[in-house]
């Protein structure tokens, strides 16, 4: 489900060091666990058990297993969570979260600790290491449900962070649901802008464009609430890059331009690595070969000065595609190969940085190495319906090679009826398709 985008609605603040004496001081909190709502909602879902023959077969109020399941409550009885794991069929680890703390001693400790976390940037602190399940786990061992609802609320905004940054979008959207509420009941206006920003971030995730476009349109309209610059510009980024796979570039342009602004008044944070990259990527497809080189270069030297390599790495592919479109198909591979290394390194590669590679490799001739690596990616567990509609349009590129136009028909019609579900009709496709670039200045007369 990888999407690649600004985290723009995590807890902002001066990072404050979370002090080590969290990561090692085990408590004793004895004879309950820490339970995984997430798993424990999947487990449901896949098994299709009703909440309520859950409960009457454990023995449990119907509320419990809600307030289970929505993370609510985040410790149970040893005795409950065997009965949960032998009902369910699974393991007792499948159901809980495992870390090296379990939860923090007293309660002035705990909520000491919270606090730390929501002053804490918590992207800057964890994104170059990528220890976001031990974030995680921190983050929840913190939660106690006596705490005060703003504390809460941003806490849970801080899982919704961790989630966005695993690719976990069921975690990112039960996490922000409940930090809305929580924001709400308490009257923090800030706190529940930034949840509904975040519940946008996790519609992008899976390719929702109108239901992402609506929660950031409702964000700018309230841009005196965000705290910090960089969160604005942020939700500014996630919303260019809604409005480009939208197919409405040049509302994408004007967007990113807006976001760039804004981003000159921050300092250098991972969510502008990330929104210098989407911009490369915009103006790629729009054969704006100058623009996308700059954007690059901005990328890659913020990296250098937060230490951050993935948005670098992820720009090897968009040189190489501009490489390949000026027909330098040797340099271009090149590049592939180059990528190709540093994705192993990488967490969470997108789809469309690889289909990126595969676009490459098709055109230097590579159709056997390309073929290949899309029918892989084809076959990923992808919940990103706009990658998906993309990896089907690429497909039909290679059969289209093969001479098969009807398979390739085929093709186009899948990724049309995802265009169109998702709410990007403006990519569906009335012909065969060629590359996969506009040309911006016959799309500006077009417009003017």
């Known amino acids: 489900m990888s999407r690649i985008f600004s985290a723009a609605c995590g807890t902002c603040g001066d990072i404050k060091p979370v002090p080590a004496a969290l990561y090692t001081q085990a408590i004793a909190r004895k004879k309950t666990v820490l339970v995984n709502a997430e798993a424990l909602r999947k487990v449901l879902d896949e098994k299709e058990i009703k909440q309520w023959w ?38 007792i680890e499948q159901l809980t979260v495992h870390d090296s703390l379990e939860a923090l001693g007293s309660r002035e400790d705990r909520w000491n600790a919270a606090r730390r976390l929501q002053d804490s940037n918590l992207t800057e602190m964890v994104g170059p290491s990528y220890s976001w ?13 006596e705490m005060p609802l703003d504390l809460q609320a941003a806490l849970y905004m801080q899982l919704a962070v961790c989630g966005i940054y695993m690719h976990k979008h069921e975690m990112v959207r039960s996490t922000a649901e409940i930090a809305l509420r929580k924001a709400t009941e308490y009257g923090d206006e800030t706190l529940a802008l930034r949840a509904e920003t975040m519940l946008g971030n996790e519609a992008l995730m899976i390719g929702e464009l109108t239901r992402a476009v609506g929660f950031y349109d409702k964000a700018i309209q309230s841009r005196d609430k965000f705290a910090k610059p960089s969160k604005l510009a942020g939700t500014l980024s996630n919303y260019a890059m809604a409005l480009h796979m939208r197919g409405d570039y040049l509302e994408a342009l004007a967007m990113f331009d807006e976001a760039v602004s804004v981003w000159q008044e921050a300092e250098p944070v991972i969510s502008m690595t990330t929104a210098w990259f989407l911009k490369a990527r915009l103006h790629s497809e729009l054969m704006m070969l100058d623009e996308a080189y700059e954007a690059i270069e901005h990328c890659r030297e913020v990296c250098r000065q937060i230490s951050f390599r993935k948005s670098a790495n992820m720009c090897i592919a968009i040189s190489a595609d501009l490489s390949s479109m000026q027909d330098r198909h040797e340099e271009a591979v090149a590049m592939v190969r180059e990528a190709q290394v540093a994705f192993e390194e990488t967490p969470n590669v997108s789809p469309e940085s690889n289909e990126c590679l595969i676009r490459v490799l098709r055109r230097a001739g590579h159709v056997e190495e390309s073929r290949a690596s899309l029918e892989e990616l084809m076959a990923r567990n992808i919940d990103d319906r706009y990658s998906i509609a993309r990896l089907y349009v690429e497909m039909a590129r290679h059969l289209m090679l093969d001479g098969n136009e009807g398979a390739a028909w085929d093709c186009v019609e899948k990724a049309n009826e995802l265009y169109t579900d998702i709410g990007a009709p403006k990519r569906v496709m009335k012909e065969l398709p060629g590359e996969s670039y506009i040309d911006f200045h016959s799309l500006q007369n077009q417009s003017s």
């Open 133 to 145: 399940e031990l974030a995680e786990s921190l983050i929840r061992s913190t939660i106690d449900p």
């Open 54 to 91: 859950l409960a009457r077969r454990i023995g449990v109020d119907r509320k419990s297993i809600t307030r289970w399941v929505n993370g609510q409550t985040q410790r149970i009885s040893e005795d409950n969570i065997k009965s949960l794991a032998a009902e369910l069929d699974c393991s």
